[in-house]
């Protein structure tokens, strides 16, 4: 009987570390400031206390040489879990991750495995400005080689960032930086989720609404209000990016025969779009009633102002209206339930 604990979804990623580094000792860690100072965002506190200097390793401020390190080490037999203070600074690395870890095992027929995995902060809700609130995720989905994972909860952050460290492929795990102080029950041990296996949040009749990352929770809370409105919204999470779970996504669209995907990318050309041609180019294509919805962030680099911020990417409000215009056939009861909503 497993035992269940209340952690924040980063106190769920330390212990995932923790207890992976207890079990192998061929995990270590690599970063800037993920010794003393406990990370950006204090996620790999204590670590350092327990494991010592040889296994928590302090870095330069550089993205391409630490990446370097970890594609090396990894071909050698190491399992290094790197730390990005921002997933923007993946830009410096993007050779080592692209044209290196993702072409390895391939290039050498599986002889040489890379399994490293590279935990990346992003998201915007912190005021941080253009260079450090944006989701690149989009970008790591259009290259074979690369497993791209984003959790929405802590339940989820700590089985699979276990799986992800003993995955033998390089593996982008996207953390979103508004999530880390997220509280659910997670259990006390070591337990895995498989990668490649979507979740469905909540089960609904109505309309599917396919979220990643922080955009999932949003999307619960819309569902939960639109229940009240006689609306039964299906929330379904992918978790893993890459591989994808097509099948459960399909199964979803013929149920409701309406979808609409819902990231904090930046809308054009973003992962979203993939889905949105996957569900026209799959056998769910002719279960649809109304057209597929996208919402992602404005084709804007992102405000450091708190409103501009916010108004940047998408809300619980966009949601709530996104679904009510797919659903009512009423122009004017669109409208009318459109001016209740923004009453303040």
């Known amino acids: ?79 290094p879990v790197m730390e990005l203070h921002f997933s923007d600074f993946v830009t410096v690395a993007m050779d080592q991750l692209v044209n290196q870890a993702a072409k390895m095992r391939y290039m050498s027929g ?58 033998e492929n390089p593996v982008i795990f996207f953390e979103h930086k508004m999530l880390y102080d997220h509280v659910m029950e997670v259990p006390d041990e070591m337990y895995m989720l498989p990668i490649g296996v979507a979740d469905i949040k909540r089960e609904g009749e109505d309309v599917t609404i396919i979220a990643t990352s922080r955009m999932v929770n949003f999307a619960l809370i819309a569902a939960e209000q639109l229940k009240f409105q006689g609306i039964s919204v299906e929330v379904i999470d992918p978790r893993t990016l890459v591989p994808l779970d097509k099948e459960t996504l399909i199964r979803s669209v013929e149920k409701t ?55 940047s990417i998408p809300q619980i409000e966009d949601i709530l209206l996104a679904v009510k215009q797919m659903i009512l056939k009423d122009q004017y009861a669109l409208k009318e339930w459109k001016a209740k909503l923004f009453v303040k």
Request: charge should be neutral.
């Open 110 to 167: 599986k002889d040489v495995s890379v399994p490293f995995v590279l935990r990346a902060p992003l998201g915007a809700g912190t005021g941080a400005g253009a260079q450090h609130s944006q989701s690149l995720e989009s970008w790591f989905t259009h290259v074979p080689g690369l497993i791209v994972i984003a959790p929405s909860n802590a339940y989820d952050a700590k089985g699979l960032l276990l799986s992800a460290i003993q995955d």
């Open 257 to 311: 025969g309406r979808v609409m995907i819902v990231t904090e990318e930046v809308k054009e050309s973003g992962f979203g779009a993939e889905l949105s041609a996957m569900i026209v180019e799959s056998r769910a294509f002719y279960s649809l009633n109304a057209p597929i919805k996208r919402i992602g962030a404005a084709f804007t680099p992102t405000p450091v102002a708190e409103g501009l911020e916010r108004s």
């Open 1 to 79: 009987m497993s035992s269940l604990t209340k952690k924040t979804y980063r106190k769920a990623l330390n212990e995932s570390m923790r207890q992976a580094m207890r079990k192998n000792e061929q995990v270590y860690l690599i970063g800037e400031d993920i010794g003393v100072y406990g990370g950006g965002f204090g996620v790999v506190s204590g670590l350092l206390e327990e494991f010592g200097g040889e296994r928590v390793r302090e870095t330069p401020i550089s993205e391409s040489a630490m990446v370097g390190i970890c594609v090396g080490s990894a071909m050698l037999g190491m399992r």
